[in-house]
Nanobody
Framework: VQLQASGGGLVQAGGSLRLSCAAS????????MGWFRQAPGKKREFVAT????????EYADSVKGRFTISRDNAKNTVYLQMNSLKPEDTAVYYC?????????????????WGQGTQVTVSS
């Protein structure tokens, strides 16, 4: 599976962005998907994940209520809608896919990674 993330950019605090991640291959619907992020000098951290069917989701406490993950299996695409953005959301955001069926916030459970897209939130 190859993943291509897009949609990052520069936005003011309180603004919104929608990230997209397009996946190659015809088996997209069997993979759980997730978003992680990495700020300069910090470890990569979990943001959100969604089950292969899209029926279940999980979020990091820091984004709960502000971010929404969704997917369109017909388009082989997963999305991250980010609202009420804060300067501390500034990071490179990575799209990722996993084979295991359960929801996971663990970096090691993910098998495929995209190249990342930069999100910068100004105060």
């Amino acid at each position: 599976v190859q993943l291509q993330a897009s949609g990052g950019g520069l936005v003011q605090a309180g603004g919104s962005l929608r990230l997209s991640c397009a996946a190659s291959g015809r088996t997209f619907s069997i993979y759980g998907m997730g978003w992680f992020r990495q700020a300069p000098g910090k470890k990569r951290e979990f943001v959100a994940t969604i089950s292969n069917s899209g029926s279940s989701t999980e979020y990091a406490d820091s984004v709960k209520g502000r971010f929404t993950i969704s997917r369109d299996n017909a388009k082989n695409t997963v999305y991250l809608q980010m609202n009420s953005l804060k300067p501390e959301d500034t990071a490179v955001y990575y799209c990722t896919a996993r084979k295991v069926l359960y929801l996971s916030n663990r970096y090691g459970d993910y098998d495929y990674w995209g190249q990342g897209t930069q999100v910068t939130v100004s105060s």
